[in-house]
């Protein structure tokens, strides 16, 4: 069984930092693309970063470009989102899910077959 399940989520001030964590199981990691998408209320799900476990090229919304960093560990099947400088608009529920997808286009949740529950990210100004 497929399954992908994050963690790290929780509130924090503006200007600071949080790690989430995506914890894949259940097919071979290393064929596939892991995005990292978020949603606030109201609003559409945005593309964050994405990383090839293959290769581990990576790609980045404009928006978090300096301050979120992804990271692959492929003998524990985890990826991993370091967000710093966290801005009151990242405030978000943040998910992670599978695709296989050239992480130049990697924002299109429609290549994507299987994501996680997602974990709530708050920042507070």
């Known amino acids: 069984e497929v399954q992908l399940v994050e963690s790290g989520g929780g509130l924090v001030q503006a200007g600071g930092s949080l790690r989430l964590s995506c914890a894949a199981s259940?097919?071979?990691?290393?064929?596939?693309?892991i995005g990292w998408f978020r949603q606030a209320p109201g609003k559409e799900r945005e593309g964050v970063s994405c990383?090839?476990?293959?290769?581990?090229?990576?790609y980045y919304a404009d928006s978090v470009k300096g301050r979120f960093t992804i990271s692959s560990d492929n003998a524990k099947n985890t990826v991993n989102l370091q967000m710093n400088s966290l801005k009151p608009e990242n405030t978000a529920v943040y998910y992670c899910?599978?695709?296989?997808?050239?992480?130049?286009?990697?924002?299109?949740?429609?290549?994507?077959?299987?994501w996680g529950q997602g974990t709530q990210v708050t920042v507070s100004s």
């Open positions: 899910a599978r695709g296989i997808v050239v992480v130049t286009t990697c924002f299109e949740p429609i290549e994507y077959d299987y």
């Open positions: 990383i090839s476990s293959s290769d581990g090229s990576t």
């Open positions: 259940g097919f071979t990691f290393d064929y596939y693309t």
